[in-house]
Nanobody, 120 residues
Framework: QVQLMESAGGSVQIGGSLRLSCAAS????????MGWYRQAPGRQRELVAA???????NYGESVRGRSTISRDGDKNAVTLQLHSLKPEDTAIYYC??????????????WGQGIQVTVSS
């Protein structure tokens, strides 16, 4: 069973930066999809960033231009950096992964979620 371990998060000031890391365990297969989604209170879950097949990267509209997702080769671990944080970035951030190329509701594995709070 694949398990996703998320780290970092917490409270960040407006305009600051954050770095979220996620590592998968329980599989020897290189996961074709790894990324981050987030959900704010009263809002639908949305894509933050995802890497598919190692080179295909997608960013959510709300973070495009101020976020970077990276993966170390075929290792099942990803890092998300988000800059110029805004109050609307406040949400629970979830690491997501799948053995196949997938997205959204088709993703098979989800982390527990990390609370990120952006405030002055």
């Amino acid at each position: 069973q694949v398990q996703l371990m998320e780290s970092a998060g917490g409270s960040v000031q407006i305009g600051g930066s954050l770095r979220l890391s996620c590592a998968a365990s329980g599989t020897d297969v290189s996961l074709k999809t790894m990324g981050w989604y987030r959900q704010a209170p009263g809002r639908q879950r949305e894509l933050v960033a995802a890497i598919k097949t190692g080179t295909n990267i997608n960013y959510g509209e709300s973070v495009r231009g101020r976020s970077t997702i990276s993966r170390d080769g075929d290792k099942n671990a990803v890092t998300l950096q988000l800059h110029s944080l805004k109050p609307e970035d406040t949400a629970i951030y979830y690491c997501a992964a799948d053995p196949e190329v997938s997205g959204g509701d088709t993703i098979g594995y989800w982390g527990q979620g990390i609370q990120v709070t952006v405030s002055s």
